[in-house]
């Protein structure tokens, strides 16, 4: 694969963004090709590892396609670039997959309303529907939304349903949902506008934990069937 070299904008004064693909925004009908969003993951590690980060670098973020750096007030534009150059370049290795997590899953039923609604709009059974969500092995492209919520790429394309016109006005943690192109679990309670399936009893996000986030980007997934309710 040929991987594009970024483009560079600035947010704020200082805060950059590093554009590698043009479909950069979770929900879109485009995902970055899994090589490319590994590699940006890889690349926000590196940048978080580095021993200059602590004058150069507040946060680093890495969102679908693109990458958020947040320096200093006193860091220079110049240097954040040519490190996170020099990383980049570096990056282009072979580098071993991370471990595959898996988040077993019951479907349907109370905890997953939507699932009717799913397949009237797929025109898939269920059985087929779960099959072919439990099937991929997702790769997290970035945390979002809330503490802890992944946006999960790998959906089978057939499932994909636009995000409700009229949010739900509360989801309950360990959620299992579709919007759009993306899967996700719902790490607290909350409003929200995706497609609930499913639930799991496996805790996301535990603000006294080390680390807080069960998932992180470029981390693998795969949802194991436990149940099917009717």
């Avoid at 860091?75 to 150059?85: D, H, K, S």
């Avoid at 995706?194 to 986030?213: A, E």
């Amino acid at each position: 694969m040929s991987i594009p070299e970024p483009s560079i904008s600035y947010v704020t004064e200082s805060a950059i963004l590093l554009r590698f693909n043009e479909h950069d925004h979770p929900g879109t009908e485009m995902q970055p090709d899994p090589a490319l969003q590994i590699r940006i993951c890889q690349l926000a590690l590196a940048l978080r590892s580095h021993p200059d980060n602590a004058r150069l670098l507040q946060e680093v973020v890495p969102g679908p396609g693109n990458l958020l750096l947040v320096m200093h007030r006193d860091a220079i534009a110049e240097q954040v670039l040519q490190q996170a150059e020099s990383l980049w370049l570096d990056s282009d290795q072979p580098q071993a997959a991370s471990s595959l997590i898996e988040i077993p899953v019951s479907y349907g039923g109370k905890h997953g309303a939507d699932l009717p609604q799913l397949a009237r709009h797929t025109g898939l059974d269920i059985d087929e529907i779960i099959s072919r969500h439990s099937a991929p092995e997702y790769l997290v492209q970035c945390l979002g939304f809330m503490a802890g919520f992944a946006y999960l790429g790998g959906l089978h394309p057939s499932l994909a349903i636009p995000r409700k016109k009229t949010p739900a006005a509360s989801i309950p943690a360990g959620a299992v949902a579709i919007g759009g192109h993306y899967t996700g679990i719902y790490p607290a309670a909350t409003p929200g506008g995706w497609h609930i399936i499913g639930h799991t009893q496996v805790s996301l996000f535990d603000p006294q934990g080390n680390p807080p986030c069960l998932l992180k980007p470029g981390d693998r997934l795969r949802f194991v069937p436990v149940g099917v309710s009717s």
